[in-house]
């Protein structure tokens, strides 16, 4: 009788420790960051070949991941919902942290290739922070 006892013991324990241990792990985990980027492009073909490529290298070896990329008029079109007129462009980005989203981008890395950019787009940003 007395193992029984024991057993349930040990049992109802270890479900206890793994239960608090879930719990500690869930807690650990960091909701992504999102960058949503609005581009009106005032030279479609020299920002295609000359910022383009930079900037989506340097977002990968950052650790950046595109979510959606969307062209006004486009196959994956921007849609205007409500308010002011949709960018030409948008971009979705998911980001670990907000510390690795700003590390990225003030990165020589992308400021170089964003001086490029800005001779043929202007960019309007923001950043949401994931829920879960």
Known sequence: ??????????????????AVAI???????????YLVTEIDVTNPEAYRREFVPKAQASIKAAGGRQVAIGVAGGAKG????????????????QWDSMDALMAWYNGAEYQAALKIGEQYATFRRYAIDGNQ
């Not at 719990?23 to 960051?33: H, N």
């Open 1 to 18: 009788m007395k193992t029984k006892y024991t057993v349930a013991l040990s049992m109802l324990s270890g479900i206890a420790v793994g």
């Open 78 to 93: 921007v849609t205007t919902i409500a308010g002011a007129a949709a960018p030409q462009l948008a971009v979705i980005q």
């Open 23 to 33: 719990q500690g792990l869930q807690a650990q985990t960091k909701p992504p960051v």
